[in-house]
Protein backbone atom coordinates (compact mmCIF):
# COMPACT_ATOMS: atom_id res chain seq x y z
CA UNK A 1 0.00 0.00 0.00
CA UNK A 2 1.16 3.41 -0.97
CA UNK A 3 -0.57 6.77 0.09
CA UNK A 4 0.58 9.56 -1.31
CA UNK A 5 0.03 12.60 1.06
CA UNK A 6 0.49 15.41 -1.54
CA UNK A 7 -1.26 13.84 -5.14
CA UNK A 8 -3.97 12.39 -2.33
CA UNK A 9 -4.05 9.22 -3.48
CA UNK A 10 -3.80 5.31 -2.33
CA UNK A 11 -2.30 2.62 -4.48
CA UNK A 12 -3.54 -0.95 -3.32
CA UNK A 13 -1.83 -4.65 -4.46
CA UNK A 14 -4.38 -7.30 -5.20
CA UNK A 15 -3.16 -10.92 -6.52
CA UNK A 16 -5.03 -13.72 -7.49
CA UNK A 17 -2.71 -16.71 -7.15
CA UNK A 18 -3.41 -20.25 -7.27
CA UNK A 19 -3.07 -23.86 -9.52
CA UNK A 20 -2.73 -24.28 -13.20
CA UNK A 21 -6.39 -23.94 -14.52
CA UNK A 22 -8.46 -22.64 -11.30
CA UNK A 23 -9.74 -19.60 -12.57
CA UNK A 24 -7.69 -16.70 -11.83
CA UNK A 25 -7.96 -14.87 -15.31
CA UNK A 26 -11.68 -15.93 -15.06
CA UNK A 27 -12.05 -14.45 -12.09
CA UNK A 28 -10.52 -11.39 -12.60
CA UNK A 29 -12.18 -10.93 -15.99
CA UNK A 30 -15.94 -11.14 -14.14
CA UNK A 31 -14.78 -8.60 -11.51
CA UNK A 32 -13.54 -5.84 -14.70
CA UNK A 33 -17.29 -6.39 -16.17
CA UNK A 34 -18.67 -5.72 -13.13
CA UNK A 35 -17.07 -2.68 -13.57
CA UNK A 36 -17.90 -2.62 -16.74
CA UNK A 37 -14.14 -2.52 -17.69
CA UNK A 38 -13.73 -5.97 -19.14
CA UNK A 39 -12.22 -4.51 -22.39
CA UNK A 40 -9.27 -2.70 -19.61
CA UNK A 41 -7.31 -5.60 -18.54
CA UNK A 42 -4.05 -6.12 -19.97
CA UNK A 43 -3.10 -9.93 -20.61
CA UNK A 44 0.57 -11.82 -21.43
CA UNK A 45 -0.76 -15.09 -22.40
CA UNK A 46 -0.35 -17.47 -25.15
CA UNK A 47 -2.41 -18.51 -28.50
CA UNK A 48 -4.07 -20.89 -25.98
CA UNK A 49 -5.05 -18.34 -24.11
CA UNK A 50 -2.85 -19.36 -21.11
CA UNK A 51 -1.42 -16.72 -18.83
CA UNK A 52 2.47 -16.50 -19.76
CA UNK A 53 3.34 -14.08 -17.25
CA UNK A 54 -0.11 -12.01 -15.68
CA UNK A 55 -3.08 -10.50 -16.67
CA UNK A 56 -3.12 -6.96 -14.93
CA UNK A 57 -6.13 -4.03 -14.96
CA UNK A 58 -6.81 -0.84 -12.15
CA UNK A 59 -9.77 -0.46 -10.54
CA UNK A 60 -10.22 3.30 -9.12
CA UNK A 61 -12.47 4.67 -6.76
CA UNK A 62 -12.76 8.73 -6.06
CA UNK A 63 -14.66 10.82 -3.42
CA UNK A 64 -14.31 14.41 -3.41
CA UNK A 65 -10.66 14.35 -1.50
CA UNK A 66 -9.17 10.78 -2.06
CA UNK A 67 -8.15 8.68 -4.71
CA UNK A 68 -8.20 4.83 -4.37
CA UNK A 69 -6.17 2.95 -6.83
CA UNK A 70 -6.34 -1.09 -6.97
CA UNK A 71 -3.74 -2.95 -8.84
CA UNK A 72 -5.30 -6.35 -9.82
CA UNK A 73 -2.94 -8.96 -11.10
CA UNK A 74 -3.27 -12.76 -11.51
CA UNK A 75 -0.04 -15.15 -11.91
CA UNK A 76 0.37 -17.67 -14.33
CA UNK A 77 -0.65 -21.21 -13.09
CA UNK A 78 1.69 -23.29 -15.51
CA UNK A 79 4.85 -24.13 -13.46
CA UNK A 80 7.13 -23.87 -16.77
CA UNK A 81 6.89 -20.31 -16.23
CA UNK A 82 6.79 -19.91 -12.46
CA UNK A 83 9.96 -17.73 -11.56
CA UNK A 84 7.29 -14.88 -13.09
CA UNK A 85 5.15 -15.75 -9.61
CA UNK A 86 7.28 -14.57 -7.12
CA UNK A 87 7.65 -10.85 -9.26
CA UNK A 88 4.39 -10.63 -9.39
CA UNK A 89 3.60 -10.84 -6.08
CA UNK A 90 5.88 -8.25 -5.18
CA UNK A 91 4.88 -5.81 -2.64
CA UNK A 92 0.95 -7.27 -2.30
CA UNK A 93 -1.46 -6.23 -0.15
CA UNK A 94 -3.67 -8.68 -0.39
CA UNK A 95 -3.94 -12.50 -2.34
CA UNK A 96 -7.41 -13.84 -3.62
CA UNK A 97 -6.04 -17.82 -3.91
CA UNK A 98 -8.01 -19.11 -6.73
CA UNK A 99 -8.90 -23.00 -5.72
CA UNK A 100 -9.57 -25.72 -8.39
CA UNK A 101 -12.58 -27.55 -6.36
CA UNK A 102 -12.56 -30.55 -9.09
CA UNK A 103 -11.59 -33.65 -6.94
CA UNK A 104 -9.13 -35.01 -8.81
CA UNK A 105 -7.10 -31.93 -8.58
CA UNK A 106 -6.88 -31.52 -4.93
CA UNK A 107 -3.37 -32.10 -4.04
CA UNK A 108 -2.84 -29.37 -6.86
CA UNK A 109 -4.67 -27.19 -4.52
CA UNK A 110 -2.16 -27.84 -1.98
CA UNK A 111 1.29 -27.79 -3.59
CA UNK A 112 0.14 -24.15 -4.89
CA UNK A 113 -0.66 -23.16 -1.43
CA UNK A 114 2.52 -24.28 -0.09
CA UNK A 115 4.19 -22.37 -3.07
CA UNK A 116 2.42 -19.30 -2.01
CA UNK A 117 3.18 -19.56 1.92
CA UNK A 118 7.09 -20.27 0.55
CA UNK A 119 7.28 -16.55 -0.82
CA UNK A 120 6.01 -14.60 2.71
CA UNK A 121 7.70 -16.89 5.22
CA UNK A 122 6.26 -15.78 8.87
CA UNK A 123 4.75 -12.51 7.21
CA UNK A 124 2.13 -14.90 5.57
CA UNK A 125 0.39 -14.75 8.85
CA UNK A 126 0.18 -11.04 8.55
CA UNK A 127 -1.38 -11.22 4.83
CA UNK A 128 -4.92 -10.79 3.80
CA UNK A 129 -5.96 -13.44 2.01
CA UNK A 130 -9.41 -14.61 0.59
CA UNK A 131 -9.60 -18.52 -0.12
CA UNK A 132 -11.98 -18.76 -3.26
CA UNK A 133 -13.54 -21.92 -3.57
CA UNK A 134 -14.37 -22.17 -7.47
CA UNK A 135 -15.60 -23.97 -9.72
CA UNK A 136 -18.83 -24.72 -7.22
CA UNK A 137 -20.79 -24.88 -10.38
CA UNK A 138 -19.37 -28.52 -11.28
CA UNK A 139 -20.03 -31.62 -9.89
CA UNK A 140 -17.60 -34.02 -7.78
CA UNK A 141 -15.90 -31.25 -5.80
CA UNK A 142 -13.72 -31.78 -2.47
CA UNK A 143 -14.61 -30.91 0.67
CA UNK A 144 -13.54 -27.38 1.59
CA UNK A 145 -13.22 -27.71 5.08
CA UNK A 146 -10.80 -30.49 4.58
CA UNK A 147 -8.55 -28.29 2.38
CA UNK A 148 -9.00 -25.74 5.47
CA UNK A 149 -7.66 -28.55 8.01
CA UNK A 150 -4.75 -29.42 5.78
CA UNK A 151 -3.67 -25.99 5.75
CA UNK A 152 -4.09 -25.10 9.76
CA UNK A 153 -6.43 -22.91 8.28
CA UNK A 154 -7.45 -21.98 12.08
CA UNK A 155 -4.08 -21.06 13.13
CA UNK A 156 -4.62 -17.68 10.75
CA UNK A 157 -6.42 -14.69 11.59
CA UNK A 158 -5.85 -13.18 8.36
CA UNK A 159 -7.70 -15.11 5.84
CA UNK A 160 -11.26 -15.74 5.05
CA UNK A 161 -13.40 -18.10 2.48
CA UNK A 162 -15.66 -17.65 -0.02
CA UNK A 163 -17.74 -19.93 -2.49
CA UNK A 164 -16.74 -18.76 -6.63
CA UNK A 165 -17.69 -19.66 -9.73
CA UNK A 166 -15.87 -17.40 -11.89
CA UNK A 167 -17.57 -18.67 -15.16
CA UNK A 168 -21.08 -17.73 -13.90
CA UNK A 169 -19.28 -14.41 -11.90
CA UNK A 170 -20.59 -16.01 -9.03
CA UNK A 171 -18.98 -14.50 -5.74
CA UNK A 172 -16.37 -12.63 -7.17
CA UNK A 173 -17.57 -9.36 -6.19
CA UNK A 174 -17.73 -10.41 -2.39
CA UNK A 175 -14.54 -11.90 -2.66
CA UNK A 176 -12.83 -8.71 -3.73
CA UNK A 177 -14.59 -6.72 -1.21
CA UNK A 178 -13.59 -9.17 1.38
CA UNK A 179 -9.96 -8.95 0.60
CA UNK A 180 -10.69 -4.90 0.28
CA UNK A 181 -11.92 -4.85 3.82
CA UNK A 182 -8.92 -7.13 5.28
CA UNK A 183 -6.69 -5.20 3.68
CA UNK A 184 -8.21 -1.93 5.05
CA UNK A 185 -8.33 -3.29 8.69
CA UNK A 186 -4.33 -4.03 8.49
CA UNK A 187 -4.16 -0.42 7.46
CA UNK A 188 -6.30 0.37 10.66
CA UNK A 189 -4.41 -2.33 13.02
CA UNK A 190 -0.57 -1.68 12.01
CA UNK A 191 2.22 0.58 11.05
CA UNK A 192 1.86 1.83 7.24
CA UNK A 193 4.46 3.09 4.22
CA UNK A 194 3.57 6.35 3.59
CA UNK A 195 5.17 8.05 1.10
CA UNK A 196 4.98 11.79 0.74
CA UNK A 197 7.01 13.17 -2.60
N1 LIG B 1 -17.03 -24.83 -14.75
C1 LIG B 1 -16.23 -23.82 -14.47
N2 LIG B 1 -15.12 -23.61 -15.21
C2 LIG B 1 -14.35 -22.57 -14.88
C3 LIG B 1 -14.61 -21.71 -13.78
N3 LIG B 1 -13.63 -20.80 -13.71
C4 LIG B 1 -12.79 -21.05 -14.73
N4 LIG B 1 -13.21 -22.12 -15.44
C5 LIG B 1 -12.60 -22.73 -16.62
O1 LIG B 1 -11.31 -23.25 -16.28
C6 LIG B 1 -10.40 -23.07 -17.36
C7 LIG B 1 -9.20 -22.28 -16.89
O2 LIG B 1 -9.61 -20.96 -16.55
P1 LIG B 1 -8.58 -19.75 -16.45
O3 LIG B 1 -9.34 -18.60 -15.90
O4 LIG B 1 -7.88 -19.57 -17.73
O5 LIG B 1 -7.59 -20.34 -15.38
P2 LIG B 1 -6.23 -19.71 -14.87
O6 LIG B 1 -6.16 -20.03 -13.42
O7 LIG B 1 -6.13 -18.27 -15.25
O8 LIG B 1 -5.17 -20.59 -15.69
P3 LIG B 1 -3.59 -20.29 -15.91
O9 LIG B 1 -3.44 -18.83 -16.16
O10 LIG B 1 -3.22 -21.13 -17.09
O11 LIG B 1 -2.93 -20.74 -14.65
C8 LIG B 1 -11.19 -22.37 -18.47
O12 LIG B 1 -11.67 -23.34 -19.37
C9 LIG B 1 -12.34 -21.71 -17.72
O13 LIG B 1 -13.49 -21.53 -18.53
C10 LIG B 1 -15.81 -21.97 -13.00
O14 LIG B 1 -16.14 -21.29 -12.03
N5 LIG B 1 -16.55 -23.03 -13.39
MG1 LIG C 1 -4.64 -17.23 -16.22
Same mark, same amino acid.
Given at each position: ? $? +???? &????? +? %??????? &?????????? =??????? %??????????????????? /?? @????? *??????? $? !?? /???????? /??? @??? +???? &?????????????????? #????????????????????????? #??????????? $???? *??? *? /? !???? *???????? =????????????? $???????????????? &?? #?
Amino acid at each position: M $I +IDHS &AKSIS +I %KIVYFGP &AMSGKTTSIK =ALFSEFG %KEDEICSIESTLERTLFFD /YG @TVTFQ *NQEWKLK $I !HI /YTTTGQDF /YFV @TRP +ITLR &AVDGVIFVIDSQEDVYER #NLISWQELISYFNESISKLPIIIAF #NKQDLEEKFNS $IDFL *NEI *N /Y !HKYK *NIDTRFTS =ALKGEGILDCFED $ILRLILKKYYQHKLVT &AV #N
